[in-house]
């Protein structure tokens, strides 16, 4: 406390400007006293200026949740077989369900979450969303119904969002690219691991622990966030310094220079209404609904592997598992090259710019993206039709692993740079348009290779990927006008 009235005169007032005064004829700006603001922009409080060591701790385990929760988005994918022979069905499209009804979960709970996240800090909400997380993986561990496991599968899918918008409070924008790459780690990684873990583990000990597993781990994480994890996100931590300051100086006039002066009622209305009318702007759809189509075709996979090469190749349960270890190979490969290569470009394009950045500037990694998605799903589809060796469809995975992680880290890495303010909001949308896009398409996957065969459902998927191929060009020619066209610009 005492820190606090050391700094209060020279924290009062960073932002506003108020009153003037004459000094030898000119006029000198003076800062209304009853701001309160970061003490300058070296301020250690700031979350950009936080010590290498908090920093890393906090990434450490944002990353660490954003790899647990897309782990049980398919931790069951593997056991859907064993499920339903337990509640006594044998419809596939339910089978599916235990996933898709995860991702739904995890498309509206950032509607909730990002919001609040925004009014109240990102500590609270991953403290609170961690627990609910482990509690919900608890639920479904002991589920003595169909329907109530696809609740509670439901509830932990939204107990299971948030995340990239803290990378935005600590990291510049310059070397945001190689941090965000080893964020992304998780939401890619995890849903290749989950059937892995969950294939093996249904087949030693049964379904149920697929769910204890999670109820584990997601506790000891919540140890974790709970002792260490600090907050980060500054319109908050300037609120609780002004209250601070409030306190020691007796001063109720001061607030903070990030207030808006609206109630907590007012904010929260406001922040809930952001995600979507964020989906209107065309930057943010086109690219989110670009992210959204290649990430179906990840949780397509997820669903299917089982199946088809059980079909195609007479994989038991376990053995079908391990087949998404192609697409993980992918998703490592990807992220290596963005990590390596994100930064740099960004860098050299905004010298030959004359040192002014642009979002643009993280998009030529996506063109890379958007060849490698349509040549993976031809690969692999029409390899695994002709039966040829099992390797061969894994390759094919694994190259479209390196399109899908490439493509989902350059948008969120591109959105983040360009609606900074708003990270949490536009991740938020982001993520509603992706899930969506993702929920419905592993239940009709069955229906589809049905209908066209493992070949061509794979290539209807490929051509539609290919009609996405200019975007990414389009974008970094005309992104920059497009977000300041009068007719595009938006407030949000």
């Not at 002792?227 to 409030?246: D, G, M, N, Q």
């Amino acid at each position: 406390m005492s820190g606090d009235k050391a700094t209060a005169t020279q924290s009062v007032g960073a932002v506003e400007k108020g009153q003037e005064r004459e000094t030898n004829g000119a006029k000198e700006e003076l800062q209304d006293p009853n701001i309160v603001d970061f003490d300058g922009p070296d301020d250690p409080e700031h979350p950009l200026n936080w010590l290498t060591t908090r920093k890393t701790t906090t990434i450490a385990i944002v990353s660490m949740t954003a790899l647990l929760s897309p782990i049980g988005s398919t931790i069951s994918a593997a056991a859907a077989a064993d499920i339903m022979h337990h509640f006594g069905t044998t419809n596939e499209t339910l089978g599916a369900l235990m996933t898709t009804i995860y991702l739904l979960g995890f498309a509206f709970g950032p509607l909730a979450i990002a919001p609040l996240s925004e009014l109240y800090g990102r500590a609270i909400m991953f403290r609170s969303c961690t627990l609910l997380f482990t509690v919900f993986n608890i639920a479904c561990a002991v589920a003595n119904s169909f329907g109530s496991l696809v609740v509670y599968r439901l509830l932990a899918g939204i107990a299971g969002t948030l995340g990239a918008s803290s990378v935005a409070d600590m990291i510049p924008r310059e070397k945001r690219g190689r941090i965000m790459s080893a964020y992304i780690m998780g939401p890619t990684l995890g849903p290749t691991i989950g059937p892995i873990i969950g294939g093996n583990l249904t087949a030693a000990a049964g379904w149920r622990w697929d769910f204890w597993l999670m109820a584990i781990a997601s506790g000891v994480m919540a140890v974790f966030v709970i002792l260490f994890l600090h907050e980060s996100y500054p319109y908050v931590i300037l609120k609780r310094k002004t209250a601070r300051l409030r306190k020691s100086t007796g001063n109720q006039d001061l607030r903070s220079a990030l207030d808006t002066s609206k109630t907590p009622s007012q904010l929260f209305k406001f922040a809930i209404l952001r995600p979507p009318k964020m989906l209107v702007s065309p930057i943010i759809f086109l690219m989110s609904a670009y992210a959204a189509t290649v990430f179906s075709y990840a949780y397509l996979c997820f669903t299917t592997f089982p199946r088809i090469f059980k079909d195609q190749y007479g994989f038991g349960s376990g053995a079908s598992g391990l087949t998404s270890i192609g697409l993980g190979l992918g998703f490592i490969v990807g992220l290596l090259f963005v990590g390596a290569v994100s930064d740099p470009w960004s860098a050299y394009l905004t010298k030959k710019n004359d040192g002014v950045a642009k979002p643009e500037f993280r998009l030529p990694t996506l063109i890379v993206g958007a060849v490698f998605v349509p040549v993976g799903l031809f690969w692999y589809g029409w390899s695994a039709e002709y039966k040829t060796h099992w390797i061969v469809p894994i390759m094919g995975t694994a190259l479209l692993g390196i399109g899908i992680v490439t493509a989902y880290s350059t948008s969120a890495t591109y959105l983040v740079d360009a609606y900074t303010v708003y990270s949490a909001s536009v991740m938020a949308a982001s993520a509603i348009l992706r899930c969506i896009f993702g929920a419905p398409l592993p239940l009709a996957g069955g229906a589809m290779f049905d209908a066209l065969g493992v070949g061509w459902g794979n290539s209807v998927l490929g051509f539609i990927s290919l009609a996405f191929l200019p975007l990414p060009f389009i974008l970094f020619l005309y992104g920059e006008r497009i977000r300041g066209s009068k007719v595009f610009k938006m407030e949000f």
